[in-house]
């Protein structure tokens, strides 16, 4: 990603795109077969040192990079650049970065639920207390909780695989969008097809209509698409940094073993991974914001309140969200799952959610559901109070102890109702459709090296 990004990359861009510029323009007599050979034999030759001194007395980047380029191509270099604008250079270099980064993010993601459909798999079946509320309420499965986050990556991979498939550039259409200076080189009648020629070359898809650049909307929707991606591993990072916890405990990210977690507390075990996911994603959700205001503020057909900000807001949002699919594939591979701590809080918290179970089966024989349900709630707010003060949760000895109970239910053997572990509906099958998704799926995308 940083080199997609990268000063070099930029302008091995601008160049090559200079070069399809004047090979295309070789069959109406703008350019020789040796010129074109001569621009290619130059394309890699890219002197950063001489670019940035031109800069600095011109005050214009794309021109002094031009200028080396035709330094270094004396019979070619005067045919550069013929009948450009300077955006129809960078704006469909900027499309193909832009393009190639996508890829990259959905390489990203491959990896990442690869190892998400992976830990689904092994904890499918595995009862852990969920929380609403960040307070327990039933049980659900750690695969289910899992599958969560995977079932929105996916949403991420379709809507990121769409854009990027959508990813268009500016074309060649001069200062303001009308393609005049080609009209005039080229005549009117030949445009579309000199045009068609350069999207071929350059194998990019342009916008049928653009003003001095593409329209800015494009931005927008990358970025709100990779901040929308961000959001969702906000939300696993946030929720790894609850359940590891100490009083909850039940998961813990990858720790070296030489690992410093505090400068002042030795024992410490802080979640740094998740919380710099936390950190980077937070700073990228309101990168879309700028991209809106760029989008919205690009007056009639064109100002240059954009051009600053998109030279750090681009590269800084992919950059971020490389980070975000690296850091959060560590984790999920290297995931400890304390399974001490998970048995200690469905055993703690558990049993208030069977009584749910319990009423339900209580009414199927006959009870009323509203004086069962005073009778569950006594016994519950009890136990409540016993968990709270560090003893164990005695609810299913005091429910079926309780004569109303034993009114409704005879001599049944209450364990039926009352096992937490089984009293988590479709999690188990849910979890695993969504990991069979992901089988089905990465072979076909591209993961990181």
Known sequence: MRSIWSEVNKRLVWRRIWAALARCQQPYGLATAEQIAELDANREHVDIKRSLEIEAQIHHDLM??????????????????????SMDIEDNADALRIREALSLVLAGLGS????????IEEHAHLAVMAFTHLQPAEPTTLGYR?????????EDINAITAIRNETRGKGFKGAVGTAASYFDLLGADQFAVFEESLS????????????????????????????????????LAFDFRLLQSPPIGELSEPFGKNQVGSSAMPFKRNPINAEKIDSLARALAVMPQIAWQNAGNCLLERT????????????????????????ATKIVSGLNVNHDAIRRNLDAYGPFSATERLLMAAVKRGADRQVFHELLREHSMRAWEEVRAGRPNRLFDALAADPRVKAVFGGADLQ??????????LASERSLAIAARIRGLIPQTQKFE
């Open 304 to 327: 240059l309140d954009d051009s600053a900000n998109r030279r750090s807001m681009l590269p800084e949002a992919f950059l971020i969200v490389d980070e975000l699919l690296r850091t």
């Open 146 to 154: 899992f599958a969560s986050y995977a079932q929105d990556l996916l």
């Open 64 to 85: 002094a990079e031009l200028k080396v380029f035709a330094g270094q191509c004396p019979n070619a270099g005067g045919i550069l650049h013929l009948g450009a604008t």
């Open 200 to 235: 071929r070359e350059l194998e990019l898809p342009f916008f049928e209509v653009a003003t001095q650049t593409y329209p800015r909307r494009q931005d927008y929707r990358v970025v709100s698409a990779l901040a929308g991606l961000g959001a969702v591993l906000y939300r």
């Open 416 to 425: 039926a109702w009352l096992d937490v572990d089984s009293y988590t509906g």
């Open 112 to 119: 990442l639920l690869d190892a998400l459909a992976s830990k």
